[in-house]
Nanobody
Framework: QVQLVESGGGLVQAGGSLRLSCVAS????????TGWFRQAPGKEREFVAA????????VYADSVEGRFTVSRDSAKNTVYLQMNDLRPEDTAVYFC???????????????WGQGTQVTVSS
């Protein structure tokens, strides 16, 4: 079993920045990619960004391309999501996802974190 814990969310004004962290613990065996997803009130969960285990490849949703950057520190079992130029439409609960079962980098693995709230005021 793998546990994923997100942190770093909060309230920020439009144009501001936040950095989210996702720390993996438990049986972190297996070289799995990690993804970030978000869910706004009344909407379905959507893909935001993902990075391979090696960190060599990252992909982004069109809505965040050029503003968000995903990275990882394998020594710390941590994946980051740097979010710049935040907009009110970025307001959502952000979830970390990893583990086996992912068939493509934009897909989902077996494990989810509890999520961290990001609120962007206009």
């Amino acid at each position: 079993q793998v546990q994923l814990v997100e942190s770093g969310g909060g309230l920020v004004q439009a144009g501001g920045s936040l950095r989210l962290s996702c720390v993996a613990s438990g049986r972190t065996t297996g070289h799995h990619a990690t993804g970030w997803f978000r869910q706004a009130p009344g909407k379905e969960r959507e893909f935001v960004a993902a990075i391979t285990y090696s960190g060599s490849t990252a992909v982004y949703a069109d809505s965040v391309e050029g503003r968000f950057t995903v990275s990882r520190d394998s020594a710390k079992n941590t994946v980051y999501l740097q979010m710049n130029d935040l907009r009110p439409e970025d307001t959502a609960v952000y979830f970390c996802n990893a583990g086996p079962g992912r068939t493509e980098l934009r897909g989902t693995g077996a494990y989810w974190g509890q999520g961290t709230q990001v609120t962007v005021s206009s």
